[in-house]
């Protein structure tokens, strides 16, 4: 049984726009804040959102603040990532997770807040 899957990504031009969903198990959705994080190959696991468990309080990068809205829906146990305004530097996989009921030191900002992880999409804009 898979945790987190995600799908939505594809192939899309600048300026577009795309939305990412991610299907969660329930035992890995409930009481969890989910985010975001994407990653190119070579580079570190970058923040791009998150959402508290209530849905109330997300959080964003600059880098896509403005431009992506994360919600999730807890009675279908999904979160979205919409993206709009797509730029060539917002190619990467996309990757859904899940907090940590035991996060330790750092922040939601950081990889090792979360636990459990999807395989990701792959998402990319062209110029």
């Known amino acids: 049984q898979e945790d987190l899957v995600e799908s939505g990504g594809g192939l899309v031009q600048a300026g577009g726009s795309l939305r990412l969903s991610c299907a969660v198990s329930?035992?890995?959705?409930?009481?969890?804040?989910m985010c975001w994080f994407r990653q190119v190959p070579g580079k570190e696991r970058e923040f791009a959102a998150a959402?508290?468990?209530?849905?109330?309080?997300?959080h964003y990068a600059d880098s896509v603040k403005g431009r992506f809205t994360i919600s999730r829906d807890n009675a279908k146990n999904m979160v979205y990532l919409q993206m709009s305004s797509l730029k060539p530097e917002d190619t990467a996989v996309y990757l859904c997770?899940?907090?940590?009921?035991?996060?330790?030191?750092?922040?939601?900002?950081?990889?090792?807040?979360?636990?459990?992880w999807g395989q990701g999409t792959q998402v990319t804009v062209s110029s």
């Open positions: 997770g899940a907090e940590s009921l035991n996060p330790g030191s750092g922040s939601l900002y950081y990889t090792n807040w979360y636990d459990l």
């Open positions: 959402i508290s468990y209530t849905g109330d309080i997300p």
């Open positions: 329930p035992r890995t959705f409930i009481m969890h804040a």
